[in-house]
């Protein structure tokens, strides 16, 4: 797949939930680490917590292999989705400007001193309820590729809608 701002823009739109609540990150969580357990070999991490505290509603790995970077890398990606309220594919996808890495065009763009506290890689993902200005919680992956993280996010999050149509 190939992407591009507008169309990660309209995921994003198309995956805002009609609540959202810990039962929702448990259900949510528990499809992605069920995919990726059924799609891939590597060891991933999925994350999700509310937006305003940042209290982890569901953690868990897809099996053994994972590391401390992974959780490095979920605290990187949630503080994009955090201060952009977008996901970390759109912002990596808006922001990266030719010849520079992503963390140059980052510090380039918002005149930033320090940018690591930032990974504009895919997998950071914000969750929007319908009805609801702003973002209510973030789901994270960590361990695929940045393209891959993304998607099973979005996949998940689709399959859960279409499990309450």
């Not at 070999?41 to 937006?51: D, G, K, N």
């Not at 759109?90 to 963390?103: D, E, F, K």
Request: aromatic share 8%; charged share 20%; with cysteine.
């Amino acid at each position: 797949m190939s992407f591009t701002v507008e169309s990660v823009s309209a995921q994003e739109e198309a995956c805002r939930l009609p609540s959202f609540d810990a039962d929702v990150a448990w259900e949510l969580g528990s499809i992605i680490r069920k995919n990726v357990q059924q799609n891939y070999t590597r060891p991933v991490v999925v994350y999700i917590a509310h937006a305003n505290s940042s209290q982890i509603l569901f953690f868990g790995a897809s099996g053994p292999g994972t590391l401390p970077d992974n959780m490095f890398w979920v605290k990187r990606k949630e503080a994009v989705v955090l201060r952009w309220g977008v996901s970390t594919m759109r912002m990596r996808l808006a922001v990266t400007q030719p010849g520079l890495t992503t963390q140059e065009s980052l510090k380039a763009k918002f005149e930033m001193a320090d940018t690591s506290i930032y990974a504009l890689h895919g997998g950071g993902f914000p969750l929007k309820v319908k009805g609801v200005e702003g973002i209510v919680g973030v789901i994270v992956v960590s361990g695929l590729t940045q393209e891959d993280d993304h998607t099973v996010i979005v996949e998940g999050i689709q399959q859960y809608l279409a499990q309450r149509s």
